[in-house]
């Protein structure tokens, strides 16, 4: 098989898709690989480390999209980018298609074959090909958190871990799921005043047994979330609803609550974000303020530390790479009911249900593509 990865070109993401050392893996098996030069810059990945992994180098990433069987990357296609997609080819990447019509439109009309990282599934009912972005993003929404809260960012001026007579910062996770949990981690080893909402009984029993004083749980309930948004310093939305968008919890009203200068991080917001204010931002423009609330609400947020991220990503990714190389893809998500989950839009048809009824389209199960 052939196959492509290009230079990704949304605001400040420095991720790519496939590594050098991945690159050597399929071109070890004998399939070729072309890549864009300069891809790698951002992991510090040199066009000559990806060419004595056996790719070949193009200068452009239309040349890349118009050889490759299957195109490898990072984030979801931007507007020139689905417009070189072509019929029966294969789209392997993060996707995030149920708060945006505009890509689902157009990766139907391309009639590719289309992959999402963020929908793959494992045998224990996890997202294995989304947690290790889950967990940068987590432990990345506290790093950007302390900063926003410091004055000069428009923050309250509170110190997360606080100082001795000084009280801490309060840290407010809403969900329990992977990034909160990494979320709560980070905020906690600062010396945070964390509180975790979930709705799970054995999420909230799992977290409390592992961070024990560290932190606190509470189930949340309309009340409590009102509650302790209105006391945070800074409230870390870590909500997911597998392949839908995201609910909007916190409300423009509860806004009205918060203290002046507090800070909203919208780690959802790739799935339309769960506070009712929550736009998506860039690395570039971070944060703005709505009723005298700082918002963090940055899409790409594992983008800013890019070789870390990218190791993580295609440590999961690679190994259905390979087997879609190695056996097509029709037969890969045929074998593997996981993979197969992944498959959002295929041959101009939505087969991920979520993204379906978010979107007011047509479902027809990925199933049916094998007759």
């Known amino acids: 098989m052939i196959i492509g990865t290009v230079k990704e070109i949304k605001n400040h993401e420095y991720r790519v898709g496939l590594t050098p050392e991945s690159v050597h893996e399929f071109t070890a098996r004998g399939h070729e690989v072309i890549v864009e030069a300069g891809a790698g810059e951002g992991i510090g990945a040199s066009d000559d480390q990806y060419l004595k992994a056996g790719a070949t180098l193009v200068s452009t990433a239309a040349e890349v999209f118009a050889k490759a069987e299957m195109v490898v990357k990072v984030k979801e296609p931007q507007p020139v980018e689905r417009a070189m997609l072509r019929k029966g080819q294969i789209l392997y990447t993060y996707l995030h298609l149920a708060p945006d019509p505009e890509q689902t439109r157009d990766l139907m009309a391309s009639g590719a074959v289309c992959i999402a990282y963020e929908t793959v599934t494992d045998a224990q009912g996890g997202l294995p090909l989304l947690k290790p972005m889950s967990q940068v993003a987590g432990r990345m929404s506290v790093q950007a958190g302390a900063t926003a809260l410091e004055k000069a960012h428009g923050g309250r001026g509170v110190l997360l871990g606080g100082v001795p007579g000084v009280l801490p910062a309060k840290v407010v996770v809403i969900g329990g799921g992977v990034v909160g949990f990494n979320a709560a981690q980070m905020a906690a080893g600062l010396g945070a005043d964390v509180t975790i909402l979930d709705r799970s009984p054995e999420v909230l029993e799992r977290l409390g047994m592992y961070f024990e004083a560290r932190a606190k749980t509470r189930f949340s309930s309309r009340a409590s979330l009102a509650e302790e948004v209105a006391a945070a310093d800074l409230v870390i939305g ?9 609910p909007k919890l916190v409300t423009r009203d509860m806004l009205k609550t918060m203290r002046k200068g507090a800070v909203l991080v919208d780690v959802a917001i790739d799935q339309g974000g769960c506070f009712e204010t929550s736009h998506a931002t860039t690395h570039a423009e971070p944060t703005y303020v709505v009723d005298d609330i700082v918002h963090y609400c940055v899409a790409n947020m594992p983008g800013a530390v890019a ?16 087997r879609i190389a190695e056996h097509g893809w029709k037969k890969a998500l045929q074998n593997d009911p996981h993979l197969l989950a992944g498959l959002n839009v ?14 007011g389209l047509e479902h027809v199960p990925a199933e049916k593509i094998f007759g």
């Open 238 to 246: 870590a909500v997911l609803v597998a392949g839908a968008a995201a």
């Open 307 to 322: 070789r870390t991220s990218t190791y993580a990503l295609n440590s999961v990714t690679l190994p259905h790479a390979l």
């Open 346 to 359: 295929w041959d101009g048809k939505v087969t991920y249900q979520a993204v379906a009824e978010g979107l």
